[in-house]
Nanobody
Framework: QVQLVESGGGLVQAGGSLRLSCVAS????????MGWFRQAPGKEREFVAG????????YYPDSVKGRFTVSRDNAKNTVYLQMNSLKPEDTAVYYC?????????????????WGQGTQVTVSS
């Protein structure tokens, strides 16, 4: 019912920054939370940021806290992930995801819709 499309990935050097965007189309809910996940080859998909429907609640793991910022513009049906001070270990395919319900969630099992991903590569 909901389609998500990520963009903004690319190649940057360590210490650089990128801003990812995720545009939602199709049926959307009046109240839903959004999340960003990443997956490197051979590793499990991991949570990197979450935001509730109004944007008033955000949630980050320690690995990105202070470097990444998630935000949303509901008028544009778009969620953003601003990534600063990038490190080589941030290299992965980044996915946006959505789930219906209150609050914000940090588990991939609590998201129902997924984008196709965008590659982020950070060189030394």
């Amino acid at each position: 019912q909901v389609q998500l499309v990520e963009s903004g990935g690319g190649l940057v050097q360590a210490g650089g920054s990128l801003r990812l965007s995720c545009v939602a189309s199709g049926r959307t809910y009046s109240s839903y939370y959004m999340g960003w996940f990443r997956q490197a080859p051979g590793k499990e998909r991991e949570f990197v940021a979450g935001i509730n429907w109004s944007g008033g609640i955000t949630y980050y793991p320690d690995s990105v806290k202070g470097r990444f910022t998630v935000s949303r513009d509901n008028a544009k049906n778009t969620v953003y992930l601003q990534m600063n001070s990038l490190k080589p270990e941030d290299t992965a395919v980044y996915y946006c995801a959505a789930g219906n319900g209150p609050g914000v969630r940090g588990s991939r099992y609590e998201y129902n819709y997924w984008g196709q991903g965008t590659q982020v590569t950070v060189s030394s």
